[in-house]
């Protein structure tokens, strides 16, 4: 018998619990574990609530917890309640799936001002995280401003664009919702440091743009290179910088009140306010013969009043595991960290790709596991038993499958009408659902 511990419980971790349990079933008992009682990581943090089709993969999920050889153990957070050292004594091997939560920095004054956002916060706002469900930010201006060309960055300015009645279907939390319809938002500035054709941005996302009951998107045809130039594109990218063309090509619409501004060749140089954020101070740029972005010396003033930076993530070190600074993940060979110890998803390769790119990572790592340690091996570790023996010594309460399912009921108990379900953001309500003290 194997005993295998992954840790984190966002699409890398059930990719990787799915291909472990396919590749050894009954010779190794597997357990996802998660700082939190509800599992699925951004699947139920970061995408966004009125996209609740993509969120629709967690019945895969479902699947594999409900595999008899998975289990999964909630509300135990790795590093504090359990080491990693800890771990590889009682299991054969820890993969680390924990994501990249922490928003990468501007490195520019003025971030730290009342005002200034990351999207890491914000979405987590939205989406009813425990971290940031308290973060309340300032909504009452005119000007609002998301730095980043990518994915994130569109859909943090989309909910700031929508209206209440667009949310409907969606599982936005119902605290966010309440701030948004109230919100005096009216310019939405998307900053990129390069052009249209060095966006990020996926064609579904970007074509959403053109059809919100309240905003149209407005963006500068000089900011194109010649039409030509799109054949070297692939194409996605040909599809997206069409959208963003047609987008060129059409007048806002003067009945709807508001604007969700393209900025592109625009690097924030610093942010500025009295006491708190009120603009932002950008250079204009070109792009250089390697394409990258160079400052021309001409700046102007960008208002506004919040600022959300989407420009990345990174994954928080953890004791005793390499870590590559440069790029802000776990040091690793293609998903090895050492012997006993693997990653996997963003953890191992950043904050890059989809829900889909994670799989293959999972895969890979399983059929390393399984050269390492082959079915039908045994490696004499106590796995799950000796876990629950630990926890209860430093009584932590951990959570199981059963008990997210009841608090996945609760939630879908209490939603307003039109809404999947009302989440409930602190972990000590997760934890009165199940009628334990937390
Ligand atoms: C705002 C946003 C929107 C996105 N929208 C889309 C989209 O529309 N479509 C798409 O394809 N992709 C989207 N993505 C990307 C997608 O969410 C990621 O590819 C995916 O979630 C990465 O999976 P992961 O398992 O590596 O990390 P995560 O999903 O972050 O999962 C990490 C898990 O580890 C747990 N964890 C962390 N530290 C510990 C610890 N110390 N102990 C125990 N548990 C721990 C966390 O609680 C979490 O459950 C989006 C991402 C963001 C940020």
Redesign the pocket.
């Known amino acids: 018998m194997r005993h295998f511990a992954i840790?984190?419980?966002?699409?890398?971790?059930f990719y990787t619990a799915e291909a472990l349990a396919k590749d050894f079933g009954e010779n190794a008992r597997i357990d996802i574990?998660?700082?939190?009682a509800v599992p699925y990581?951004?699947?139920r943090f970061?995408?966004?609530p009125d996209?609740q089709s993509?969120k629709a993969v967690s019945k895969r999920y479902d699947k594999v917890a409900e595999t008899e050889t998975v289990r999964f153990v909630g509300n135990?957070?790795?590093?504090s309640d359990v080491t990693i050292d800890g771990l590889t004594a009682l299991y054969d091997a820890v993969i680390l799936?924990?994501?990249a939560?922490h928003d990468r920095k501007l490195g520019i004054p003025g971030e730290d001002l009342p005002g200034v956002v990351g999207?890491g916060g914000f979405?987590g706002w939205y989406n009813g995280h425990p971290d940031f469900a308290g973060l309340d930010p300032p909504l009452d201006g005119t000007h609002a401003a998301v730095i980043g060309n990518g994915?994130?960055a569109l859909?943090c300015a989309r909910i700031l664009a929508k209206t209440r009645a667009e949310f409907e279907g969606s599982d936005i939390v119902g605290h966010a919702l309440d701030a948004l319809e109230r919100a005096g938002t009216r310019t939405i500035t998307i900053l990129g440091r390069r052009g249209p054709h060095q966006i990020a941005m996926t064609p579904k996302e970007l074509g959403e743009l053109g059809h919100l009951d309240q905003a149209s998107p407005v963006v500068e045809a000089a900011d194109f290179p010649p039409i030509e130039a799109d054949d070297a594109l692939e194409p996605g990218q040909r599809k997206s910088i069409n959208i963003l063309r047609e987008f060129a090509a059409t007048q806002p619409d003067p009945a709807k009140p508001k604007r969700m501004v393209f900025d592109f060749f625009a690097k924030p140089l610093r942010i500025e306010g009295d006491g708190r954020a009120e603009r932002i101070i950008v250079e204009r740029t070109r792009l250089d013969q390697e394409g990258r972005a160079v400052g021309t010396g001409e700046t102007y003033v960008v208002p506004a009043s919040l600022v959300i930076s989407a420009i990345g993530y990174s994954t928080p070190p953890m004791p005793g595991v390499p870590y590559d600074d440069k790029h802000g993940h776990f040091l690793n060979d293609h998903g090895q960290i050492s012997d006993q110890l693997y990653c996997v998803?963003?953890?191992r390769r950043g904050p890059t790709?989809?829900?889909?790119?994670?799989r293959p990572d999972g895969y890979e790592v399983a059929e390393q596991v399984k050269t390492a340690m082959p079915p039908g091996s045994d490696g004499g570790k106590p796995g799950g038993e000796g876990l629950a023996a630990l926890l209860a010594e430093r009584g932590v309460e951990a959570t199981s499958f059963d008990d997210w399912r009841s608090i996945e009921q609760a939630e879908e108990a209490q939603a307003r009408p039109g809404s999947p379900r009302e989440k409930f953001v602190n972990p000590s309500d997760w934890m009165k659902v199940l009628g334990r003290p937390g």
């Open positions: 840790v984190g419980s966002g699409p890398a971790g574990i998660d700082r939190y990581g951004l699947i970061g995408v966004a996209h993509l135990v957070t790795v590093g799936a924990t994501g939560p999207s979405v994915n994130v859909d998803g963003w953890a790709g989809t829900i889909g790119t994670n």
